[in-house]
């Protein structure tokens, strides 16, 4: 940038001559030195506004969020718009925000525009060439040169409704018909055709004149996060919204555990913090009366010296001594709670912590099922055990039958 013919009458000292005492004029021009050079330089600083960004797979209102706290920049746009972009991968280092920008909208239906220090965000003009075409003749090629003509596909050969089709260089957009066929016209050879669609990836293909073109797009597969819900025994919770200490156990991991009924057994090395104690005298003997026993428990060792140290437990909300009578096949979930949001729940009672067990249900026009899970123990063969085997006398050599 040049500048001609710069006068400021008021950094004349001539002028000022007789007038205003000579270092004080100085002061002056200094003054007016320095306030010309901040602008200058801010002026510089916004045309020179360079960004730091990488990203995989983000949004674009992640990209433009990062972009504004970096500038300064304000970003207008419509929500609608911005929310019906495609992801983008990108990665900036010092990079230009013009040259930013223009990546980041390099595979979008959406154009930019700067102004000062706002930057206003539209939907490039559509022109729906594919919108009065009529049905044509798949068996039979375009006539003329310049005109682009198809069909898309799934990756079982299947014709493709609704998927838009853009082309960059006339920034022209058609949407397949029932047939999956499209058409452009006057278009050049090579050049760069986007398909896209919410349930199927994105893919760039070069136009091909004079001929029939075939598409096949793959699937976009999403994956989805496993969602984890605790029950209190009162409610049930999402993983968000949990504040205490929870923990749920592996049920696959439980359910192949087929060597013993023994529900806490069963638990063993699933849940931290929850011990499960072993050897002679480390049962709950017969608590409901029918003869069966399971192993004690330990939650984060002994908290409270009036009551036993076994967790507090707990059956479809209901309190029970212990899960000798629970069915271990019948068992839907199990949670463990294990601080003090237990106690806030169910009282003193849960000063060791509370496990709580859902069990199955049946659910409204279920179709019948069932399930069969069968093992064997075999105790061994105990040390010094002798066997009575059979003598020649016992034995009937003529019927081959033994006495």
């Keep these: 940038m040049q500048i001609k013919h710069l006068r400021l009458p008021?950094?004349?000292?001539?002028?000022?001559?007789g007038k205003v005492p000579t270092k004080t004029a100085l002061a002056m021009k200094l003054t007016?030195?320095?306030?010309?050079?901040?602008?200058?330089?801010?002026?510089?600083?916004?045309?020179?506004?360079?960004?730091?960004?990488?990203?995989?797979?983000?949004?674009?209102?992640?990209?433009?969020?990062?972009?504004?706290?970096?500038?300064?920049?304000?970003?207008?746009?419509?929500?609608?718009?911005?929310?019906?972009?495609?992801?983008?991968?990108?990665?900036?280092?010092?990079?230009?925000l013009q040259l930013a920008l223009?990546?980041?909208?390099?595979?979008?239906?959406?154009?930019?525009?700067?102004?000062?220090?706002?930057?206003?965000?539209?939907?490039?003009?559509?022109?729906?060439?594919?919108?009065?075409?009529?049905?044509?003749?798949?068996?039979?090629?375009?006539?003329?040169?310049g005109d682009v003509m198809g069909i898309v596909r799934d990756e079982k050969q299947n014709p493709l409704a609704g998927i838009t089709v853009y082309c960059r260089s006339t920034h022209t957009v058609t949407v397949t018909d029932a047939q999956g066929q499209f058409m452009f016209k006057n278009i050049s050879d090579g050049d760069s055709l986007l398909f896209s669609s919410i349930s199927?990836?994105?893919?760039?293909?070069?136009?091909?004149?004079?001929?029939?073109?075939?598409?096949?797009?793959?699937?976009?597969?999403?994956?989805?996060?496993?969602?984890?819900?605790?029950?209190?025994?009162?409610?049930?919770?999402?993983?968000e919204r949990a504040t205490g200490s929870f923990a749920k156990p592996d049920m696959q991991v439980y359910k192949?555990?087929?060597?013993?009924?023994?529900?806490?057994?069963?638990?063993?090395?699933?849940?931290?913090?929850?011990?499960?104690?072993?050897?002679?005298?480390?049962?709950?003997?017969?608590?409901?009366?029918?003869?069966?026993?399971?192993?004690?428990?330990?939650?984060?060792g002994i908290t409270s010296v009036s009551i036993g140290p076994d967790p507090l437990y707990v059956v479809n909300g209901i309190v029970i001594a212990e899960f000798s009578?629970?069915?271990?096949?019948?068992?839907?979930?199990?949670?463990?709670?294990?601080?003090?949001?237990?106690?806030?729940i169910w009282g003193a009672r849960a000063a060791n912590g509370v496990i709580v067990i859902t069990t199955k249900t049946g659910n409204k026009s279920q179709r019948l099922s069932i399930n069969y899970n069968g093992f064997v123990n075999y105790p061994g063969i105990k040390q010094n055990q002798k066997f009575e085997f059979l003598s020649e006398l016992d034995i009937d050599i003529g019927n081959r039958k033994i006495i």
């Design 256 to 300: 192949d555990r087929t060597g013993t009924m023994d529900l806490i057994a069963r638990l063993e090395g699933q849940v931290p913090g929850l011990q499960v104690a072993a050897g002679i005298g480390q049962y709950n003997a017969d608590g409901n009366g029918n003869g069966v026993t399971t192993r004690k428990s330990l939650i984060r």
């Design 102 to 145: 223009e990546q980041t909208f390099a595979d979008q239906l959406l154009d930019f525009d700067i102004q000062g220090n706002t930057v206003f965000i539209s939907r490039k003009p559509i022109v729906r060439s594919g919108a009065t075409i009529p049905y044509f003749n798949m068996t039979t090629a375009p006539d003329r040169t």
């Design 32 to 96: 007016a030195i320095l306030m010309i050079t901040m602008v200058l330089q801010g002026s510089a600083r916004t045309i020179a506004q360079t960004v730091t960004y990488s990203g995989k797979s983000v949004s674009i209102a992640q990209v433009l969020s990062a972009f504004r706290a970096q500038t300064g920049f304000r970003f207008f746009y419509r929500n609608e718009d911005v929310r019906s972009a495609l992801p983008v991968t990108v990665e900036f280092k010092n990079t230009p």
């Design 200 to 239: 199927y990836e994105s893919l760039n293909v070069r136009a091909i004149t004079g001929s029939m073109m075939t598409v096949h797009l793959k699937p976009r597969i999403a994956k989805l996060e496993a969602v984890t819900v605790y029950n209190t025994g009162f409610q049930t919770l999402d993983k």
């Design 325 to 344: 009578t629970i069915n271990v096949d019948d068992i839907e979930d199990i949670t463990v709670l294990k601080d003090a949001a237990a106690a806030a």
């Design 10 to 17: 008021f950094l004349c000292l001539s002028r000022l001559k």
